[in-house]
């Protein structure tokens, strides 16, 4: 076998003469085998034509393969032997996974490579799979703590698929065919965007020669365009009135792309933020205030493109006084450095959920696999932990500043017409808004 070959930190490194890259991490102290399979291909590629293509064509790759041709023989092939095997679509990446005692790992490879390299899509498996996905869709709009993170994504990245709902839309996936699902398997899933990451007590040598041996015959081609994020819109508020006992609130701003230096800074302003019991957000609108249930904040990255989001439920009555509460929050962030002892608290935090997450083998699959996509290189523990001992209060109050300004929040809520009212008037009196459907 022919290939680029190189040894790094903790992992072994190859890309087959496809371009797949394969990274193997020997971890003799287990007893499984994770593997993740990357694919650089998601909603963000799609149109408003095939919307939703990216979710169906994962759904459709366990309905059936080559050599076994139903789902059943796909799930048991894998949990007769107490594995387990799943798949996820997101915005940029398609993963496959599947966890399995080491002596079985060369099966669950080969099931997997199977639904990439044979799939058989029926007809029949598109029509019955069509009305799950759309029941899928229609749960998703009855749930307001779901939904109100789709419309803020809307207000983000308008008339852009990173803003759409990575499911679809209901009359595309009516109108899917195995003809268009093919299409796109075959112009999306190219080799040179997919990494296949394995943890666990193996030889990374015979692990890399399955790899290319159950994977090196697919075809090179070119990756999809994918269209540059969209600058923000003018519309910065987005009330859905919905008869509930509950209001649904997101309040947003954009951050950064995946690369961009001021990642891990944003990271750590969002865990003093919002990130777990012991942040601002839960102890101060929750624990102290008792306003909300459900408080937190999250960011996300792109290759491109990223945000910042804080989520709220709480009763309606309550709406006011939960923006504001919120924005208050923001607005110490931005005037006020972060105590060092809090800071310190964070940054164990932040090192200590990364360092558990790699502490088993599907951890350390997933996170060789998704470093080597959108990075092209694996950082290790030590190199993240360094970066995060590297950000002080300074830095988290200039990207405070930088991207959480006021007249730059984008607002989504869901709930009773008399909450929404009361949450517009403090959130943008003089900004458009729109009354979604």
Same mark, same amino acid.
């Given at each position: 076998m022919s290939g680029s070959v190189r040894r790094d930190l903790d992992h072994h490194h190859t890309t087959l003469p496809n371009g797949i890259r394969v990274l193997v991490a020997e971890m003799p102290e287990t007893r499984s085998v994770s593997m993740a399979i990357y694919v650089g291909? =998601?909603?963000?590629?799609?149109?408003?034509?095939?919307? =939703?293509?990216?979710?169906?064509?994962?759904?459709?790759?366990?309905?059936?393969?080559?050599?076994?041709?139903?789902?059943?023989?796909?799930?048991?092939?894998? +949990?007769?032997?107490?594995?387990?095997?799943?798949?996820?679509? /997101?915005?940029?990446?398609?993963?496959?996974?599947?966890?399995?005692?080491?002596?079985?790992?060369?099966?669950?490879?080969?099931?997997?490579a199977d639904m990439l390299r044979a799939p058989v899509l029926r007809a029949t498996d598109v029509e019955s799979e069509r009305r799950v996905i759309v029941e899928e869709l229609r749960m998703y709009r009855d749930q307001p703590q779901d939904r109100v993170h789709t419309l803020v994504d809307e %207000?983000?990245?308008?008339?852009?698929? %990173?803003?759409? +709902?990575?499911?679809?839309?209901?009359?595309v996936v009516l109108g899917m065919t195995t003809d268009g699902l093919r299409a796109f398997m075959q112009r999306g899933y190219a080799p040179s965007r997919t990494v296949v990451a394995l943890a666990g007590p193996i030889r990374a040598d015979e692990a890399v020669l399955a790899v290319a041996e159950a994977l090196g015959a697919l075809a090179p081609r070119d990756p999809p365009p994918v269209a540059p994020a969209t600058k923000p819109g003018k519309t910065r508020l987005k009330l859905l009135g919905k008869r509930a006992e509950q209001t649904n609130?997101?309040?947003?701003?954009?951050?950064?792309?995946?690369?961009?230096?001021?990642? !891990?800074?944003? /990271?750590?302003?969002?865990?003093?933020?919002?990130?777990?019991?012991?942040?601002?957000?839960?102890?101060?609108?929750?624990?102290?205030?008792? %306003?909300?249930?459900?408080?937190?904040? !999250?960011?996300?990255? !792109?290759?491109?493109? =990223?945000?910042?989001?804080?989520?709220?439920?709480?009763?309606?009555?309550?709406?006011?006084?939960?923006?504001?509460?919120?924005?208050? +929050?923001?607005?110490?962030?931005?005037?006020?450095?972060?105590?060092?002892?809090?800071?310190?608290?964070v940054r164990d935090f932040a090192k200590g959920r990364l360092e558990l997450r790699l502490e088993d083998t599907r951890g350390v699959s997933g996170w060789l696999a998704a470093q080597e996509l959108f990075l092209g290189r694996?950082?290790?523990?030590?190199?993240?932990?360094?970066?995060? /001992?590297?950000?002080?209060?300074s830095d988290i109050q200039r990207v405070a500043r930088s991207y959480l300004q006021p007249d730059q929040a984008f607002v989504a809520a869901i709930g009773p017409r008399s909450s929404l009212v009361a949450i517009a008037a403090p959130a943008a009196p003089a900004l458009e808004?729109?009354?979604?459907?």
């Open positions: 291909i =998601g909603s963000r590629v799609e149109t408003k034509n095939d919307a =939703g293509t990216s979710h169906f064509l994962e759904h459709m790759l366990f309905k059936g393969t080559a050599k076994r041709p139903t789902a059943a023989d796909i799930s048991q092939e894998i +949990e007769s032997r107490g594995g387990v095997v799943n798949a996820s679509t /997101d915005k940029e990446v398609t993963v496959f996974w599947s966890r399995v005692p080491a002596r079985h790992y060369l099966v669950a490879l080969d099931v997997v %207000l983000l990245y308008p008339r852009h698929p %990173l803003g759409w +709902e990575v499911a679809g839309r209901e009359d609130l997101c309040v947003a701003w954009r951050g950064v792309q995946t690369q961009h230096p001021d990642k !891990y800074a944003i /990271d750590m302003l969002n865990a003093v933020l919002g990130e777990g019991m012991s942040s601002r957000l839960f102890l101060e609108l929750r624990e102290k205030r008792g %306003l909300a249930y459900d408080v937190h904040s !999250y960011d996300a990255n !792109y290759a491109d493109a =990223g945000h910042i989001v804080v989520y709220a439920g709480f009763a309606p009555t309550n709406g006011a006084e939960v923006l504001a509460a919120v924005l208050r +929050e923001i607005e110490r962030l931005r005037e006020e450095p972060v105590p060092d002892s809090e800071l310190e608290r694996v950082r290790s523990v030590d190199e993240v932990c360094a970066i995060i /001992d590297g950000i002080g209060p808004m729109e009354i979604a459907s």
